[in-house]
Structure formats: structure tokens, C-alpha cells
Nanobody, 120 residues
Framework: VQLQASGGGLVQAGGSLRLSCAAS????????MGWFRQAPGKEREFVGA???????RYRDSVKGRFTISRDNAKNTVYLQMNNLKPEDTAVYFC???????????????WGQGTQVTVSS
């Protein structure tokens, strides 16, 4: 199984980006798909996840700003990020899990990350 995150870039505070996570096989339809991020010198942290039925879960700091969606036909998961803040700057990763959880340890099939930089 391969996961590839893309769509990162440099954006001003208040701007938007949409990240994509393309998966091989049927990873997206068969798993909970999560988004994580890691800023320099910090631990990887949970951003949000989407379950099989489209149910979602987010960390408090991104609620109301970030939205996760999935397209099973395209084996792709998206992270729409609006009203970006400098503290959102990080490398963003996608991963798969068999459970809806925020625990990094429960996720597998980590993909390569994509850099998001938000300037003030």
C-alpha cells in the first residue's frame, strides 16, 4: 500500500489550501484515513480523520477551519484547509487505520508528507 500526500505550498495567513492523499489499491474505502502534521522540533500530531461512513473527527485547533473528505472511487482523501494560520505550518501526512482514533500509533501505511507554510 502506498500513500502520497500532495498539494502543500506557501500561503499567506487567512488563505486556503487543499491537500490530497492518493492511495493505492482500496486503502481509502477500507480504512479510516487520518491526517497528521509535524512542525520542526515538534512531535507529529493528529489533525483529523474520516471514517467509513464519512464521520469525521478533528483536533480542536482546526475545527471549523479544516474539512476532510474522501472519494472512494478515486482512492483519494482530501484535507481542505481554510483560514490558515502561521501555527498551521508543518509537514502534513496521511495515514490509514482500522479504527477511528487520534493516536499516531494506531495508524499505518504512512505516506510521504507535503510541506505547508503559512506566512504572517
Amino acid at each position: 500500500v502506498q500513500l502520497q500526500a500532495s498539494g502543500g505550498g506557501l500561503v499567506q495567513a487567512g488563505g486556503s489550501l487543499r491537500l490530497s492523499c492518493a492511495a493505492s489499491e482500496r486503502t481509502v474505502s477500507n480504512n479510516v484515513m487520518g491526517w497528521f502534521r509535524q512542525a520542526p522540533g515538534k512531535e507529529r500530531e493528529f489533525v483529523g480523520a474520516i471514517g467509513w461512513h464519512g464521520n469525521t473527527r478533528y483536533r480542536d485547533s482546526v475545527k471549523g477551519r479544516f474539512t476532510i473528505s474522501r472519494d472512494n472511487a478515486k482512492n483519494t482523501v482530501y484535507l481542505q484547509m481554510n483560514n490558515l494560520k502561521p501555527e498551521d505550518t508543518a509537514v502534513y501526512f496521511c495515514a490509514a487505520s482500522s479504527v477511528m482514533t487520534s493516536s499516531t500509533r494506531s495508524y499505518y501505511h504512512w505516506g510521504q508528507g507535503t510541506q505547508v507554510t503559512v506566512s504572517s
